[in-house]
């Protein structure tokens, strides 16, 4: 592979999501979509902190032939982690700096669920993603969703932003949006707003919590975006359409993501 760039793949390999995201990009790779090469997956768990993280592993060392490296986030020093979390992050990345085999372009956070550090972000440039437009709600998937509903948003999308030691706070590079006001959504939409009268949102929550159909809705929209969003960023590095310092950014890839919702595959 001539002129390619090589990403560093960090996740805590937590569930399958973890290696369907790694698998796409991988395959993707494979057939020459992507100009990248993968020279290590870096996951913070062991192999028997559970069986989910140990099947991933094995699968990524014997089916993608891929190397591996291990290093648990839960068991480097609990102590100071529950007493001191800035120092806990700070000395926890150290390691992990001391650990990676060699320089790569850039990292991606893929499932990662720890918050880095401030030096590893400056060592190495990291990408996250985060189920929000540039400039919208902040949180968890979960938390943005309810203050989406809240808000009554008309819409919404998904954004890859550099990642920084301010959770959600890194400058965006790319982003897809969505509207949460289609027909689809307007039943939708009317059996929330009537809970959200009689109840606000903390009765809708206690009520119908992540059961709520607007609520499941939302969340499916957003997941279908997020692999096809990673794959075409990651394109756009590795061809150096995105460039890291540059003052266009973020870049809006709505277009490229419907196509593949509609056709299937990426063109």
């Known amino acids: 592979m001539k002129g390619f760039k090589k990403i560093g793949w960090f996740t805590t390999a937590r569930d399958e999501a973890a290696l369907e995201l790694l698998k796409i990009v991988y395959d993707q790779i494979k057939r020459g979509f992507l100009n990248l090469k993968i020279p290590y997956v870096f996951v913070s768990r ?88 540039p400039g919208g709600p902040k949180g968890t998937w979960q938390e943005v969703i309810w203050q989406l509903i809240s808000a009554r948003a008309c819409e919404t999308g998904v954004m890859i932003h550099r990642a920084t030691a301010e959770l959600d706070e890194g400058p965006p590079l790319t982003f897809v949006r969505f509207s949460v006001r289609t027909a689809e959504f307007t039943l939708l939409w009317e059996e929330a707003e009537n809970l959200l009268l009689k109840f606000h949102l903390k009765g809708l929550k206690e009520r119908e919590g992540e059961k709520n159909r607007l609520f499941i809705k939302i969340r499916e929209e957003g997941v ?32 490229h993501v419907d196509t593949y919702l509609r056709e299937g595959k990426f063109v």
């Open 46 to 133: 062991e192999l028997d902190e559970s069986e989910i993280t140990k099947s991933f592993i094995e699968f990524v060392k014997g089916e993608m032939d891929l190397p591996v490296l291990t290093f648990s986030a839960l068991r480097f020093n609990p102590e100071l982690r529950k007493r001191d979390i800035e120092t806990w992050r700070r000395q926890y990345h150290e390691e992990v700096l001391k650990r990676l085999p060699e320089e790569v372009d850039f990292g991606m956070l893929a499932g990662y669920m720890w918050v880095v550090s401030k030096e590893f972000c400056e060592a190495l440039p990291l990408l996250n993603l985060h189920p929000a437009l």
């Open 224 to 255: 279908k975006r997020e692999l096809p969003l990673i794959v075409y960023t990651l394109k756009y590095i590795a061809e150096d359409k995105i460039d890291f310092n540059r003052g266009d950014l973020p870049m809006d890839l709505t277009s």
